[in-house]
DNA sequence: CGAAGTCCTG
DNA sequence: CAGGACTTCG
């Protein structure tokens, strides 16, 4: 049996709209841990993947480990009927073949409940490699999901570039060619060229001794290298007013969670710039190069709503990790890059 | 070599919503006084007639007279990719086919760099005469716009005529006739009908020795008329609040720079009726009774956002002039009555 | 056809 | 101030 409460109707609602349009249906993996959810998106190419941590929830108790088969449009139908701030409470049977949601508000004496018909989803539970990663890159979603949109208007894919001063962003297009540089905002973590090689060994070795848990921690694992602190140290000027670094977003998650109850999607994307940190970080073992579906990347992007972070891992010919954080869990979205020119 | 730099890329962007529905491709013409576009638009109905003077730009350099054969929705795209505050920087080569857009922001460390193709246009420059109107309306531009949009729900064309208390709009259409009449705010120059003729003569006679500047002028020049300066000053108890009265947008550029960095396109649309001038000063020789086509107008308002203000002036058979001056310039629409009843 | 932004209304 | 509807764009 699942009965979870989650204290805002706005995070489900959220994440509904960032993966409905990806993914049709899926299993909602339940047990003690949380919930999570992973699937390929509709036509295969991309995976994605969210996590909604048991401590994310003002209750949760799940007896057993089960599978919730979700139709994702039926489900938003469902959360379109909650306010944002209501409380949602998720109720499952062991062998149910629904799930019963309750919509209160303290403030309001108006209750919801409702019933959603589960599918019975064949789904071979992806393991995903763990990856290190050559580059992450750490910007504010709001801009990411910014400069996806612009470019797609000038063509179908994007070169992301990373490198120690900035990640550029550029895309082709018939009738023009844009480029978007990112300064870094100098807490870089800069290896010299010659230097990435024994860089990445280092990472290797530091996976193997992380063993089992770096599932969750592919992007913090980089920031948490050794050496990378060190150079952080060195630049740790800003280290004061970085309120969502990726970092942070995981010790200190109560900030996060009043900057997102105070604004709303539409407005925190304008705050970015403003209210949020707005810096670029880059963590940097070797300079990379790779290009990507423009089409899945401002699909991506939609999840901005749920955090003001973005974080972008890449890594030679290996999918790029796209992820957002937020108080609750994450989302997690994996794109193989194109190969070739186009 | 064209370089020019733009203090903010609003400005083009508002000025390419304005017009790129009317006119798809388009020559710049560049020379050490600033851009100039002149263009029919797509139905050889209209005249489109942009000014951005070299003044206007934060830098100006021109080596020599050169065409921008520019297709507008290609730069439109382009400048989609500019955030409204961003710098622009405009540089094409002698001879270049494309056409090099920097954007850069103070406040960020992002910069965007695009190449837009350019192409060759054959073009008649088109010798727009100089005109003394019968009538001349200044009012709000949303006021304009607005009026526009409602009367092209019942009718096809509005006819616009203009006496010593006030302009009225009125459409006739199949389910319902309109009409709209604005008094005229006091500084009305009323001419008395049989002294209509011998003002117009003053009008030109002061034509003739402003020589030919006059292209600019058109409407100022009517302003300063001497004895329409009395009337003003027999009026002038709402000098003081006119902030947006067209002479002052020339006076007083900063004031309107101000206002324009403040108030986004939509903004400044609602806030036209409460916080700028939203009066209608009509300067009349004569009496005047014409009827346009609405759908040209409707497209004309867009250029709202440029400007606060609008400025028609007519004379009998001649064609409109529909003119929002802005600090940078000017976008000056011609268009021809229709003649008959229909 | 779906999504995003804008406008309008309660 | 927020929610819903419309319009426009992709």
Redesign the interface.
Same mark, same amino acid.
């Given at each position: 049996m699942l009965e979870a409460r989650l204290q805002q109707a706005s995070i489900l609602k959220k994440l509904l709209d960032a993966i409905k349009e990806l993914v049709t249906d899926a299993n909602f993996e339940c047990d003690e841990e949380g919930l999570k959810l992973q699937a390929m998106d509709n036509s295969h190419v991309a995976l994605v993947a969210v996590e909604l941590q048991a401590d994310g929830f003002t209750e949760y108790r799940c007896d057993r480990p089960m599978p919730l088969g979700v139709n994702l449009a039926s489900l938003t139908k469902v959360m379109k009927c909650a306010r944002d701030d209501d409380q949602v409470q998720l109720k499952a049977n062991d062998n149910a073949d629904s799930l019963h949601l309750l919509f209160e508000n303290e403030a309001t004496d108006r209750t919801g409940e409702y019933d959603m018909k589960l599918m019975d989803i064949d789904q071979e539970h992806l393991g995903i490699p763990d990856t290190s990663y050559d580059a992450t890159i750490a910007l504010p979603a709001g801009?990411f999901a910014n400069i996806c949109r !612009?470019?797609s208007? #000038?063509g179908e894919s994007v070169k992301i570039e990373a490198g120690k001063d900035?990640v550029r962003f550029s895309a082709d297009g018939?009738?023009? !060619?844009?480029?978007? #540089?990112?300064?870094s905002?100098g807490r870089a973590t800069v290896s010299k060229p010659d230097a990435g090689s024994s860089k990445k060994k280092e990472n290797g070795v530091k996976k193997e001794k992380k063993g089992g848990n770096d599932d969750d921690d592919e992007v913090k694992e980089e920031d948490e290298d050794d050496e990378i602190q060190e150079v952080k140290a060195d630049n740790d000027d800003d280290e004061d007013d970085d309120e969502d670094d990726e970092e942070e977003e995981e010790e200190d998650g109560k900030k996060r969670k009043k900057k997102q109850k105070s604004g709303p999607a539409k407005k925190q994307r304008k705050q970015d710039?403003d209210e949020s940190d707005?810096k670029?970080y880059i963590t940097l073992n070797q300079h990379v190069s790779l290009t990507f579906s423009l089409k899945y990347l401002v699909n991506f992007a939609k999840s901005s709503s749920l955090s003001p972070r973005v974080t972008l891992s890449m890594s030679g010919d290996v999918p790029l990790l796209v992820e957002y954080k937020f108080e609750q869990g994450s989302v997690r979205y994996y794109l193989a890059p194109k190969i070739g020119d186009e």
């Open positions: 801009e !612009n470019l208007t #000038l900035g018939e009738s023009a !060619n844009g480029s978007i #540089l990112l300064k905002s710039r707005d670029v």
